[in-house]
């Protein structure tokens, strides 16, 4: 019986846009699914905070309430055996820059990212964010969709592209360790 060596493959790295809202859940199970079906594999999900106050003291002190924010969320719905492989990363900036500067910085195999449920419609829908990454990855983009509307819905509508705003700075903690340091890439906000 021929067994591959599976020590010098490239792991299979996924990235993950979380919202603390309802599409997070259904984001991390399409992650979960993707995967724990390569024999190894990185997951890097990342949470955007798109806006902050302008002067450094009020920032810092937004981002650590987010962070916070963001690891309790993650202490509730990551399971463990992905926070054994998983970074939580708090960005700031555009959500879409955000990411894809994240995936440049793991090489990530994979975007994945949610859709909202248009409530008067009851339609899949993507937002802008999702519509830039698609136009802008180096990488496959996967919208992960709500197992209740995976069956009636066809597609998802695209949203409107407004122009892009800056990525500068990443907060990342480990999910196993559940430490907290300064990201790669990006200018933190204090040294």
Not at 126 to 154: D, H, I, M, Y
Request: hydrophobic share 40%; with cysteine; net charge negative.
């Amino acid at each position: 019986m021929n067994q591959r060596d599976t020590s010098s493959e490239t792991p299979f790295v996924l990235v993950g846009g979380i919202l603390i809202d309802e599409t997070g859940p259904v984001v991390l199970r399409r992650i979960e699914r993707a995967a724990f079906n390569h024999p190894s594999f990185a997951v890097h999900l990342c949470h955007v905070l798109a806006a902050t106050p302008s002067d450094e003291t009020g920032a810092e002190k937004a981002i650590e309430k987010q962070l916070e924010q963001v690891k309790n969320w993650a202490r509730a719905y990551v399971s463990e055996a992905l926070a054994a492989h998983a970074t939580m990363h708090v960005a700031v900036g555009a959500v879409d820059d955000a990411l894809l500067r994240l995936a440049d910085d793991v090489e990530a195999s994979a975007i994945v990212v949610g859709v909202h449920l248009d409530p008067v419609s009851e339609r899949l829908t993507v937002g802008p964010n999702g519509r830039r990454l698609v136009e802008r990855a180096a990488c496959p983009v996967v919208f992960a969709t709500p197992e209740a509307t995976q069956e009636k819905t066809s597609g998802a509508t695209p949203g409107r592209v407004p122009g892009a705003g800056r990525y500068h700075y990443r907060r990342t903690f480990s999910l196993a360790a559940n430490q907290s340091t300064v990201g790669v890439g990006g200018s933190p906000l204090r040294p």
